[in-house]
């Protein structure tokens, strides 16, 4: 398996493994509990190394990429980022990720289990576009910083981190090394992520996690992805391959903020040439005929957590499948996304033989305070 350039680090913090898309991962190190509840009152720092990196640069790149991409990207500024997603020709979604604006090139962060099948599609629709493709995954490493008090620890390193606006990054020094920090994250908390070469990354997190191991006092702490995915459920967001895919398109999803269904219509010199990007045409009759199922949250009665692929019920009619349930650390009960018939008013969730009630909530379920 693939090691991260933290690897050593989590060692010493007594971090339990996974192999997640061929990366050994800390899945915890105290309780996926206390790093889920330390995360929403004080910091937590992850390590996304595993994630995908892949840079772009050439003449052609933005025409490229509004290509490939569903959300228009010719209109952002530089040092900015945006969130969107990757569709194969019927719409759905190959992965959603975040591109970087550079001033002379560009970035995309993808998700670690579509990396490779992601670099085989860029590659194959660059044609004859001035387009160079570049992963920089094992080159460089990559860590998120979460919680409240983030900005109260980066600010004793940096006055103009903590100024910066969301979806919007920097890039800075650091002995000699340069790390790109955006504020930007997947908890639902305020944070930063930090992207930085990979030979020197453990030194630089040496800085961050100060107090050492078995701290509990630290404000910062490490957190596995066990807690990065409660986290995540908690705050609404999607995940790859629970209810994102190639057989779900982002309009069902409730991503249409991220999706540009005028691309084609674009003047010529915008960055597209008018062109359409991957699937839109399919994404174009989804919108008009309306999605036949939608994405929902669902709140339980009782303490037994809901799991992917579980029944969702209307009566005793099945009207659709849950993507994704924990028991909810911040609320202290069962929640659940799930897709639904458009029509459907679900009541409750088939856990084993018995059904157990559920009400429809807003997405998301938890909110951070502003």
Known sequence: MNRTPFYQLHVDHGAKFVDFAGWEMPIMYRSIHEEHKHVRNSAGLFDVSHMGRIKFTGRQTRRFLERVLTRRISDMPELSCRYSLICNERGGVRD??????????????????????????????????????????????MVALQGPKVMEVVGTMSREVPSLKRYHFCIKNLLIMKLIISRTGYTGED?????????????????????????????????????????????????YGHELSEDIDPISAGLAFAVSLDKDQMPAGAGSEGEPFIGQEALKKIAAAGPVRRLVGLRLDGKRTPRQGMKVLQGDQTVGEVTSGCLSPTLGYPIAMAYVDSQAHPDGILLGEQKTPAQETPLPFYKRPQ
């Open 96 to 141: 959603d990720v975040i591109v970087y604006r550079f001033a002379d090139y560009w970035l995309l962060v993808v998700n670690a289990s579509n990396r490779e099948k992601i670099l085989a599609h860029l590659k194959a629709s660059v044609g004859d576009l001035a387009v160079k493709i570049e992963d920089q995954t094992t080159s460089t490493g």
């Open 191 to 239: 944070g930063i992520e930090i992207i930085m070469p990979g030979n020197m990354a453990a030194m630089a997190m040496k800085l961050w996690l100060r107090e050492g191991p078995g701290d509990q006092e630290a404000v910062l702490q490490p957190a596995g992805l066990g807690a990065r995915d409660s986290l995540r459920l908690e705050a609404g967001m999607p995940l």
